[in-house]
């Protein structure tokens, strides 16, 4: 579009009225083209002001391109022109595009200018704050300063904010390349200005008692808000109280641009929050009414903009904005309606002023701004629309108020904010059940069906939302099918992303594929469980399906006669059963039966899937008897030798949980699964290695199953998988040889295969798992005499010893565990010692760990037997301690401990100076027979000397002696002395 710069002048512009510029620049709404201004004979002043009007009036234009202007002419009045606003000039040229190469020959004087009027200016300070002298008199001080004197009016204003204006006039023009476009860092320009420390006389300036001045100084803090830097420190030098006084200035433009200036201010929370505490609302309210359409305009968007902060939402309401801001509905002005509806939208996100909103009448009119000419005015109705249709009576008022039609006609708008608010608003108001008939009926099915293919997650999330609402009615799931509404939303569902699949989750899209599980078409139902089986994959979608009651359904599905369906529904169950609480539910709801049913479908996934989710559901204890009694075992067992490689790993991995118990473990061994599980120690996967390990490890845990498991060939496949590069696999191979381990024959068939060398290394792995089961095996083998000097000829003793200092307390108590079992050797207990493992043990004993404190006991009490340690000394002020353990394991074991070191002469004496005399006395009346015994013994020992004679019958012995000679235990002979002292 091109204007006529002297025609637009001459048509009344020059007036600068307020009426006579809307006028005109009414004409200019709704353009979008580019704005081409020429003129031949204009002032710069005139020029400016039309550009300033024309900037904040027409803000739908694509730039202003002004051409063919005599600039050497134009900037001449800037030598003389005592009425320059150059805050004017500074927001004109921000805001267009200047292609005139001619410019810069005036650009030249104009900062010569510029310069010579600041150096007067520094030696004036009170001088007019926009005054810019000729160069030419520049070597006539005296006529220089006539020019000054003329001009000045005697304004209260600081230099500083003369150069605030002059220096930012400059550094703006200098801005403007060759091109005539402003270069990319235009906007730090007032960053000179911030840095320059001039924003506090600015601030102080808005108090000057001269408008003149007051409209400058609030002009040029507009300008200098205008990034988020600059809008803190204008806020920060105080100039939000200021400001807000200028709201009620007499002065038109000053309370307009001093609005402007808050609205920029407020640009998040904290400075909201600042305008609010300054009482700037009333004011702002009060400016609603104006007058003036900019005022107007500019008191609704600062209003929206405070109202972004939903602290001030209420405070808003509160002060009276909602009816002036709704009458500004059916304003002339496309901007003042724009911006009344954004900040009603903004009000309308507290829930307690839905109510104040509708009672102003509100409704309606943002229902007919649905069909605006405007794109922002339209999204801005939309949105508040959606906020208003929060609450439920609110829905029925905006369905009745006729929205339905036009929000419908609004889903196929270009914008993208407007199609999005309107899906938003549609989802909104069919929570009411008789709102999801009437969207139908004004036939929003088909085009909501189209923007689930929208680019737009929002939009897609919000017609996926609305259509789930509308499926609540029997009717409307009828039309959607006819619309191909389940194929687009089924797809958004199953796309992947897992973002878009959270946020459609959560607008309640579930609940209508949940009751498409039951459809008589299979392909639906195909669908759903497709649908359902990817979102599940999440846990927060995960648990909405479960709400929307969806495990029956897909228990259901199992038994389904299309495969595909049967796997959807597999996989789908296998997600959700990795909740605890979930695999109760599944079971609850029938799954098991069908599930062990699908372990032999023909489909390779299909029963990959089964069995996946049989062993989660068998995590839970009580599902492992329900999963045994429904038959998985003789199935699951089969499933071994499939061909499919993951089938035979989650087969393996669900027998070893199942096996939990000595009679499943007999089931699964009846099921021929040992020779089996001992063929898949061999795989080359190495999933498949771990699991068949722990499942034989679990099985052998059954004393009666372990003879077995040792004759079918296992204990050197499992020998063998202790160098296995998987720390998983050497953890259970260790385990498992562990627990073959404890039938005595057993112990010397795991020697026999060479596996002593290998644990031994074991005991130095950097995971605490092997270290502690290699430690565990090493302790079941040398229960047996001739492995006892087996493993210490392995070079066991001294990692065992090392292992007694471990950080993890169960790799401590088995290390002690098989060093007493190693001392029970006769030659072993002199080698232990040599190791210190003695000082070690005694620090075991006031271990927090009841196993620990029972294993260094036992350990110590085997090693005192025949051997010379001096450091086993140190151990009997400890172990008396022990003696009142409150475990009888450690009692046993510290009185058994003493009464073995109490054989050597020189210790009976320091057992009876330490204080056991009494407590051993103590213990001769101990409830276990095994403690009763010791404690005899221990005093047997220590009376061997006279004085400790007298002082063992002083402790009261005698009696609790003579009354153990009627001790049925002890006179059977039940406990050989000799498997107590070795």
């Known amino acids: 579009m091109t204007l006529d710069g002297d025609k637009w002048l001459a048509g009344g512009v020059k007036k600068f009225g307020e009426e006579d510029c809307e006028r005109y620049l009414n004409e200019l709404k709704g353009i979008q083209a580019d704005i081409n201004l020429t003129a031949d004979n204009i002032s710069l002043r005139a020029v400016m002001m039309l550009f300033l009007d024309l900037c904040t009036v027409v803000e739908g234009a694509g730039r202003i391109v002004v051409t063919s202007i005599d600039w050497k002419r134009v900037i001449e009045p800037m030598k003389k022109d005592d009425d320059l606003n150059f805050c004017v000039i500074l927001r004109v040229l921000k805001e267009i595009r200047i292609i005139e190469e001619d410019l810069f020959v005036a650009l030249d004087e104009a900062r010569k200018v510029s310069n010579y009027a600041k150096e007067q200016l520094r030696q004036q300070p009170r001088s007019y704050a926009t005054l810019m002298l000729d160069p030419r008199d520049k070597a006539d001080d005296d006529k220089a300063d006539g020019i000054r004197n003329d001009n000045a009016k005697a304004v209260a204003s600081a230099a500083a904010a003369s150069e605030v204006a002059t220096t930012s006039l400059i550094q703006r023009l200098a801005d403007i390349d060759v091109t005539g476009k402003q270069k990319d860092a235009s906007a730090d320009n007032t960053e000179i200005v911030a840095e320059a420390d001039e924003i506090a006389p600015l601030v102080r300036l808005l108090g000057d008692s001269d408008v003149e001045v007051r409209r400058k100084a609030v002009g040029a803090l507009l300008n200098i808000a205008v990034n988020a830097t600059n809008k803190m420190l204008v806020a920060e030098a ?87 801001l709704a009458s500004l509905l059916s304003d002339g002005n496309v901007y003042v309606r724009q911006n009344a509806a954004g900040a009603l939208s903004n009000i309308a996100g507290h829930a307690e002023t839905h109510k104040l909103v509708t009672q102003t009448g509100a409704i309606p009119l943002l229902v007919k701004l649905l069909s605006d000419s405007n794109g922002k005015v339209r999204r801005n109705a939309a949105d508040a629309l959606s906020n208003i249709a929060v609450n439920a009576e609110n829905q029925v008022l905006v369905a009745k108020a006729g929205a339905i039609d036009p929000l419908v006609g609004l889903l196929s708008d270009g914008d993208v904010e407007v199609r999005r608010n309107a899906g938003s608003t549609l989802m909104s108001i069919t929570g009411n059940t008789d709102n999801q008939v009437f969207v139908a009926q004004a036939g929003a099915i088909g085009p909501i069906v189209r923007l689930l293919g929208d680019a737009d997650t929002e939009v897609r999330r919000y017609a996926a939302g609305t259509l789930a609402r509308i499926a609540g009615h029997a009717e409307n799931r009828r039309l959607l099918s006819q619309a191909g509404a389940i194929g687009p939303l089924v797809g958004l569902l199953s796309d992947g992303n897992v973002e878009s699949q959270v946020l459609v989750a959560q607008t309640g899209a579930i609940a209508p ?15 759903a469980a497709g649908a359902l089986s990817n979102i599940v994959a999440n846990p927060q979608n995960a648990v909405l399906v479960i709400q929307a009651g969806a495990i029956a359904p897909l228990v259901g599905l199992l038994s389904d006669s299309d495969a595909d369906v049967r796997l959807f529904a597999t996989i789908a169950l296998a997600s959700i059963s990795f909740e605890a609480q979930n695999k109760v539910l599944l079971a609850q ?114 004393a009666a199953r372990d003879v077995l498991i040792a004759q079918a060939g296992t204990i050197r496949p499992l020998v063998g998988l202790l160098s296995d590069g998987d720390v998983k696999v050497r953890q259970n191979a260790s385990c498992a040889l562990a627990n073959i381990s404890i039938p005595t024959k057993n112990k010397v068939l795991v020697a026999q295969a060479g596996a002593l060398p290998p644990l031994v290394r074991l005991l130095r792995d950097r995971d605490i798992g092997v270290k502690r089961n290699a430690a565990s095996a090493l302790s079941c083998i040398v229960a047996n005499a001739e492995n ?195």
């Open 238 to 324: 105080g100039a939000i109280a200021p400001l807000v006084g200028l709201l009620s200035d007499g002065d038109v433009d000053m309370r307009r641009t001093a609005a402007d200036a808050l609205r920029k201010i407020a640009f998040h929370a904290e400075t909201q929050l600042l305008v609010v505490q300054a009482g700037a609302i009333g004011p702002l309210v009060r400016l609603l009414s104006d007058v003036n359409v900019n005022m107007r305009r500019i008191a609704a968007a600062s209003l929206g903009r405070i109202a972004e902060n939903a602290e001030n939402q209420m405070l808003v309401a509160q002060a009276g904005a909602i009816g002036p």
């Open 513 to 527: 594929l949940v009751r498409l599980l039951g459809d008589g078409d299979v392909k639906v139902r195909r669908s």
């Open 589 to 702: 709801a029938g799954a098991i039966g069908p599930l062990v049913t699908l372990l032999g479908d023909s489909d390779v996934v299909v029963r990959r899937s089964a069995v996946n989710v049989l062993w989660s559901i068998a995590v839970h204890a009580q599902n492992k008897v329900l999963v045994a009694q429904a038959g998985a075992i003789g199935p699951l067992v089969k499933l071994l030798g499939d061909g499919d490689v993951y089938v035979r790993l989650t087969a393996a991995g669900a027998l070893e949980t199942i096996a939990f118990n000595a009679e499943t473990q007999g089931l699964v061994s009846k099921a021929g699964a040992i020779p089996r599980l001992v063929r898949l120690l061999g795989d080359g996967n190495v999933e498949m290695r771990r699991n068949a390990a722990a499942a034989l490890s679990t099985i052998a845990r059954n």
């Open 788 to 982: 006892q000097v087996l493993v210490a000829q392995a070079g066991a003793i001294g990692p065992l010893v090392t292992l007694l200092g471990d950080s993890d307390v169960n790799v401590r108590g088995i290390a002690a565990t098989a060093l007493a079992n190693i001392a029970r050797f006769p030659l072993n207990k002199v080698l232990v010692a040599q190791a210190g493992a003695s000082p070690r043990l005694v620090r075991l004993l006031g271990d927090s760990d009841v196993e620990v404190r029972r294993n260094a006991a036992c350990a110590l009490s085997n090693i005192a037997v025949d051997a010379e340690d001096e450091e086993q000394a140190g151990a009997i002020a400890p172990l008396v301690g022990l003696l009142g353990d409150s475990d009888v394991e450690v009692r046993r074991n510290a009185a058994g401990a003493l009464s073995n070191i109490a054989v050597n002469a020189e210790e009976e004496v320091l057992v009876a100076q330490a204080g056991a005399i009494v407590p051993l006395v103590g213990l001769l009346g101990d409830s276990d027979v095994e403690v009763r015994l010791n404690a005899s013994c221990a005093l047997w020992n220590i009376a061997r000397i006279a004085e400790n004679q007298v002082l063992v019958v002083q402790a009261g012995a005698i009696p609790r002696l003579t009354s153990l000679l009627k001790d049925d235990d002890l006179d059977a002979g039940r406990i050989p002395p000799s498997q107590l002292f070795l």
